[in-house]
């Protein structure tokens, strides 16, 4: 899934913008500007402009990242997409509609030339191959449970390892990251018996010294999704992964059969998981999401953490993820520019 | 998925009918007769019949198990789905090619009121489900490796326990598999987020003293397809596992870089990735595919392997699965009638 960029934001009457705020923090040279309807409350900071306007600035998707009250695509959604598509803009669509999986649109962009990039719906087919060991190095970020920062660590990782002059890619498994990249696969989407083949070809062979930075999709320890984990692990071939947790969670998500796994539980069921396609692989630090916590109690949190893990702890907002990047460079050291 | 019966089992010019053979060898009853082209090397040893003559017989569903030569459906295939339509029947099709996906055949399908029942391709939503513990018991067969035996166990399994007259039944969970059933799920086809929802939808609730008996997919060893295997054992919640092999495979399938993993490491495996779902998830018993050893090899290497992992160990073939469901009796006891 390729998307073309710079993006419009679209946010409509839209009452949440998970997806596009999470465009907006992280490749704000990628978005122009936002269109919003009269009286919206959502806010990109971003200039306003309506679709000429644009194009004009140089967009070239429309993203429809935010889901309209109640699901459904409102006509007046519809009359801005296909204006869009008019106006020569592909349309990039993180709603659990397939914009493909209607007509008149598809005859549309059809028509135009144009693509309808419906990124909750794979479409690719992916070579199973022969699972043999990739030069270049891959970290994968990994979780105690969903939603627990694993795409924002990934693209922290990326940003530290950038700065400091290595060579290093985030690759999207979810929608936001997908938007983000302006490519990546929508593993949880894709039919399982295509799971790992997928991750192998979102982080082929590189350089030795090229690291890819792999979003991770929910948690080895979660009854529903643990198998497209456990794909994901099995075809990214991590040689490091980063341990992504929220220590105020009691439960798996809303599962209240499900306790939340220790921590060390967690390092060694990934380990083990991982070994299958990379006898080296190794959870190389931690990353907590402690922003319920105070500042005193993350800083303690952290350090009592790191001391009985021996590893690496850090929350990439409060203190960055640099304290990783450290441990990677002494592992993996030389390699490094 | 739910497939009418009886079925007249449609040969044509096919080189290999697997699929054909496994329903005609365990679901004899289901089958009114065969339809072969002239020179067909096939025989199921039924009654040939033309279309007429199944419709008369009985015949609800024509079923296209075997693939073409070349894999493309052939016109001389396509007349006689049209006509079996034209008759009143459905189509279960185990091919590649979606019959959905061609408008002719789907049009006049939906105008005479039948169903085109493309058993590799779920349409089915799955409820996600809190995955609570369910009564009644389920027993999972795993695999060291795919293609080991796991239908052929389950089925072997399903037959033993009703001639002694435990409520049981098969669960299929591939395409073979629900022809025989007349109905399930073709996991590996499913979208990877509801591979452990479509299996706990298999497998609901029942009886205390009922058994599901579900056919395992793939190998927690399988580069490939261990997140499938995972999703499979977390949703169906086995109370039991059977381990599946073939002695004489030194690697995973083709894949050179993996190597067939021991017995143990099995056991040890799926008993771990069970408990997540089950805290009383067990390997019961073994089932080797012995077909390549001489009698007196095969009884030695089930003799050996029983004593090696403390397990009744059976080839369903030449020993039947009797010593497993022995092994059940006593640890399950007094709940079966």
Redesign the interface.
Known sequence: MQVPTPYLLFLGDAPHAKTAQGVRDWRPDLCVGQLRFPGSALDMRLPEMDLEEAVAAGARSLLVGAAPAGGLLPPAWMEWIERALDLGMDIASGLHTKLNDIPSLKAKADQLGRKLHDVRHPTEDFP?G????RSGKRLLTVGADCAVGKMYTALSLEREMRERGWAADFRATGQTGIFIAGQGIS???????F???AAATLSPANDADHWDLIEGQGSL?H??????????V??SQPDAMVLCADPTRTTIGE????PQPTLEACVQAYEAAAA??NKGAKVVGVSLNTSKLSEEDAADLLARTAEALQLPCVDPFRTGVGAIVDALAMQHGGAQG
Do not use: M, N
């Open positions: 199973i022969d699972f043999a060991f593993v949880d989407a894709v039919i399982s018996d799971v790992s083949a320890f009854p529903a999704y643990a198998g497209v984990t456990l794909g994901l099995h075809g599962f209240e059969y499900y299958l396609t």
